[in-house]
T-cell receptor, first 114, second 111 residues
Framework: EDKVVQSPLSLVVHEGDTVTLNCSYEVTNFRSLLWYKQEKKAPTFLFMLTSSGIEKKSGRLSSILDKKELFSILNITATQTGDSAIYLCAVDLNSGAGSYQLTFGKGTKLSVIP | EPEVTQTPSHQVTQMGQEVILRCVPISNHLYFYWYRQILGQKVEFLVSFYNNEISEKSEIFDDQFSVERPDGSNFTLKIRSTKLEDSAMYFC?????????FGPGTRLTVT
């Protein structure tokens, strides 16, 4: 069974702190790993990672993938209260059917307090 | 910026009733998806739709579920005879490739 495990499940930090969110996976036919931010309802896309060791950056957020050890991390520097959300890790499986099927982890709930 | 829309935002139905959840994907997208998230649990894949047919479905997507793209813009999920355990947030997503854009979801409550 394909598994995506995120840790920690929840995290409370103060504004300005740096956080690292973890995602490990055990899946067959890995194609890519994606990070989403879920605030109130819909997950919004952050990053897609396919290759090991290449860091993706967007402002204060960055992410990297290790395909040998089967994990990814999402870093957020200088956190702000607006970063409070559930961060979802998802793995896209290459099933050969021509579409993209995401298997999600349970998410990490990040709370940033002033 | 174009976005995926879903209606209704909240649907309450009685057990055994049929419901149709509606989605309008982003117009130039080719792949369409339904996911669900039971309260407090993870987002789960239901079905993907490409080239006017189902390309993949999960074990959750049994004979009670069906999808349609009736008019080239809407994408619907029908649950024929709802059960209590169908209560969840249902997300529609669309994409041109690996990146999936999610709609705001429909909260389905089965009583």
């Amino acid at each position: 069974e394909d598994k995506v495990v995120q840790s920690p499940l929840s995290l409370v930090v103060h504004e300005g702190d740096t956080v690292t969110l973890n995602c490990s996976y055990e899946v067959t036919n890995f194609r890519s790993l994606l990070w989403y931010k879920q605030e109130k309802k819909a997950p919004t896309f952050l990053f897609m990672l396919t290759s090991s060791g290449i860091e993706k950056k967007s402002g204060r957020l960055s992410s990297i993938l290790d395909k040998k050890e089967l994990f990814s991390i999402l870093n957020i520097t200088a956190t702000q209260t607006g970063d409070s959300a559930i961060y979802l890790c998802a793995v896209d499986l290459n099933s050969g059917a021509g579409s993209y099927q995401l298997t999600f982890g349970k998410g990490t709930k990040l709370s940033v307090i002033p | 910026e174009p976005e995926v829309t879903q209606t209704p935002s909240h649907q309450v139905t009685q057990m055994g009733q049929e419901v149709i959840l509606r989605c309008v994907p982003i117009s130039n997208h080719l792949y369409f998806y339904w996911y669900r998230q039971i309260l407090g649990q993870k987002v789960e894949f239901l079905v993907s739709f490409y080239n006017n047919e189902i390309s993949e479905k999960s074990e959750i997507f049994d004979d009670q579920f069906s999808v349609e793209r009736p008019d080239g813009s809407n994408f619907t999920l029908k649950i024929r005879s709802t059960k209590l355990e169908d209560s969840a947030m249902y997300f529609c997503a669309s994409g041109r490739g690996y990146e999936q854009y999610f709609g705001p979801g429909t909260r389905l409550t089965v009583t």
